[in-house]
């Protein structure tokens, strides 16, 4: 079965090329235009969550911080997927306990090795 991955993303560009990124290697992406929707429609069979920082309603941090607060999403992967670059930033990534941060625009390959060490 394919592995299923939810991007949270405001964008619709994002989310499509993130989709014809990782459709085509086997997997299947769920998307969320903001941190609240994501909420309202995660399930366990998610293995990774690519989430940006900046969305209307709810951003990534405070998605992220909720996420991990539920048990059953506790140990998920969870990559940042963000413009955002800077330390502090990157930092307050780190205390929420992510797998990693991918500064956009993404490379394809190099961020489909990323999400392929991740599903395992
Ligand atoms: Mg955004």
Redesign the pocket.
């Known amino acids: 079965m394919a592995k299923k991955v939810m991007c949270v ?3 619709s560009t ?1 989310r499509m090329l993130v989709e014809k990124t990782l459709v085509p290697a086997g997997f299947e992406v769920v998307g969320a235009e903001n941190g609240q929707i994501a909420l309202d429609n995660v399930s366990p069979d998610i293995v990774i969550f690519l989430v ?4 209307p309603v709810m951003g990534g941090f405070e998605f992220v911080e909720k996420l991990k607060n539920r048990p059953e999403y506790k140990s998920k992967a969870v990559i940042f997927l ?2 955002e670059s800077s330390a502090e930033k990157k930092e307050k990534g780190k205390t929420l306990g992510i797998n990693g941060w991918i500064v956009k625009p993404f490379e394809p390959d190099s961020f489909l090795k990323v999400i392929n060490m991740l599903a395992g």
């Open positions: 993303d405001d964008s994002i940006d920082v900046n969305m963000t413009t």
